[in-house]
Every structure is written in structure tokens, then in C-alpha cells.
């Protein structure tokens, strides 16, 4: 299985992404998806979580409101849009799947993972 994450990039602080990533089988239309990201020098956090069917999300307080996950099961694929960006959004975006359907927060719940897209936000 593999994941293929896309869409990162450089944007001014204020400024908005779209972040997408597709399984290369269909492993994930039957799992939840996550986010998650590591900035230069600390360690990879949760960033949002979508279940199988896209019927739940979780996010980590900071991207509340800013950040909108979703999932395309017809075409395999989990989405993170990122709006009003800041600095301190600078970071690599991984994507993974879930063991379950759910979505889940939990990081050691994520048995598959992308190889990450570089997000850079200027001030």
C-alpha cells in the first residue's frame, strides 16, 4: 500500500492550501485517515482525523475553525483544506490510515503513512 500526499507548498501567512492525499489500493476506503505534521525540530503531532465515511472529524485545537478534513471514498482519497494559515502551521504533512474505520488521534493507531508534503508559511 501506498500513499501518495500532494498539494504543499509555499503561501504568506493568511493564505490558503489544499492538501490531498490518495491510496494506492483500496485499503483506505474502508479505514479512517489522518493528518499529521512535524515542524523543523519537533516531533510529528495530529493534525485531523476523518473516519471511513467521512461522517466524523476530529482536529487538534490549533487548526479549530481554519482547518476542514475530508474524504472522497469513491476515489480513495482524504483532503485537508487549510485556510488563514500561519507561521507556526510551517511544517511536513503526513497522511496515513487508520487500522480502523474510525477516526483516531491516537498516532500508534495509523499502520500505513505517506511520505510527506512540505508546507511552508511566510510571515
Known amino acids: 500500500v501506498q500513499l501518495q500526499a500532494s498539494g504543499g507548498g509555499l503561501v504568506q501567512a493568511g493564505g490558503s492550501l489544499r492538501l490531498s492525499c490518495t491510496a494506492s489500493?483500496?485499503?483506505?476506503?474502508?479505514?479512517?485517515m489522518g493528518w499529521f505534521r512535524q515542524a523543523p525540530g519537533k516531533g510529528r503531532e495530529f493534525v485531523a482525523a476523518?473516519?471511513?465515511?467521512?461522517?466524523?472529524?476530529l482536529y487538534t485545537d490549533s487548526v479549530k475553525g481554519r482547518f476542514t478534513v475530508g474524504k472522497d471514498t469513491t476515489r480513495n482519497t482524504m483532503y485537508l483544506q487549510m485556510s488563514s494559515l500561519k507561521p507556526n502551521d510551517t511544517a511536513i504533512y503526513y497522511c496515513?490510515?487508520?487500522?480502523?474505520?474510525?477516526?483516531?488521534?491516537?498516532?500508534?493507531?495509523?499502520?500505513?503513512w505517506g511520505q510527506g508534503t512540505l508546507v511552508t508559511v511566510s510571515s
Open positions: 476523518v473516519s471511513w465515511n467521512g461522517g466524523r472529524t
Open positions: 489500493k483500496r485499503t483506505g476506503s474502508n479505514n479512517g
Open positions: 496515513a490510515t487508520a487500522l480502523g474505520s474510525e477516526a483516531t488521534t491516537d498516532r500508534s493507531r495509523y499502520r500505513y
